[in-house]
């Protein structure tokens, strides 16, 4: 509305919530305490695929949606601080008895229903339903505009965050994730910035959004599918190197898109221009 808005400030806007994501997921689970199981790797990909679905949709429509009815990020953050809150309360021994509560035994899962595990059970089942009402709108935006082939190719964009998540959830070992969740979690946490991060600067330059994540995609499903035949510490210590390798690329790609940025728009980050004379 101001004409004062650039793709530099939306990469730093949305691009620090991005980040932020990785902080909440980490929140959540000190609360949940899901332990070593898979369901706090599901928690984390339903968090990110929600945030990165909102991104794909306002690339397609130009609307940025921040809820589903009415639970959105608002209420999402309240009832974390909520539940920090609580978890402060109670102190530690009250969590872990907690945490340990059997709501239920049913028969389609495979471990006791915890609180920790109901808990990512609703945000993908949250996540599911947004996912629906995402695709369903963008379409109805795009294949007026651009036909079924339009669709497909919009439908293709989601397939490296879709990818992920399958590599997230079925490709570890699942004792190897049990003894290093936070690792593994990182990894693909960075990776999801990296395939979010773009969506949001591509959507506000109006640029084509890659869909062939090959690059980083391959070398982690390769790892994932090596830690069913490798030593748990080998496996362990590889997810930390990966970790570490992602960080890097991800710092020296925002390094360049920001160069690349203040070059084509005249502007300036972190520093300020010469005053005219």
Known sequence: RTGSSSPLGQLFD???????????????????????SLWGAAGLAALYT??????????HTGVLTTSVGVVGVTEIQFGLILSCMVAGAIGPQGMQAAAGFVLAQPAWLPE???PGIAANLGSAVLTAGMILVSVATTLSHVIP??????????????????????VLLLCWD???????????????GLLYVYYTAQMILFSMARM?????????????????LASRS????????????????????LWLWLLRVVQELEARLGIHCFRVGKRAD
């Open 50 to 59: 929600g945030f990165f679905m909102a991104q794909w949709q306002e690339y």
């Open 112 to 114: 006791p229903l915890t």
């Open 174 to 188: 699942p004792a190897v994730y049990a003894r290093y969740p936070r690792r593994i979690c990182f990894l693909a």
């Open 230 to 249: 490798l030593q748990a510490e080998y496996a362990g210590a590889a997810a930390a190197v990966a970790a570490a390798l992602v960080g890097a690329w």
């Open 14 to 36: 949305h691009g620090c919530d991005c980040f932020a994501l990785l902080l909440l997921h980490s929140m959540a689970m000190i609360v949940l305490l899901p332990g070593g």
């Open 208 to 224: 084509s959004y890659p869909s062939a994540q090959l690059g980083t995609l391959l070398p982690c499903a390769a790892l994932a």
């Open 145 to 166: 505009r651009q036909g079924h082939r339009g669709a497909a190719r919009a439908l293709l964009q989601l397939a490296p965050v879709m990818a992920l998540n399958a």
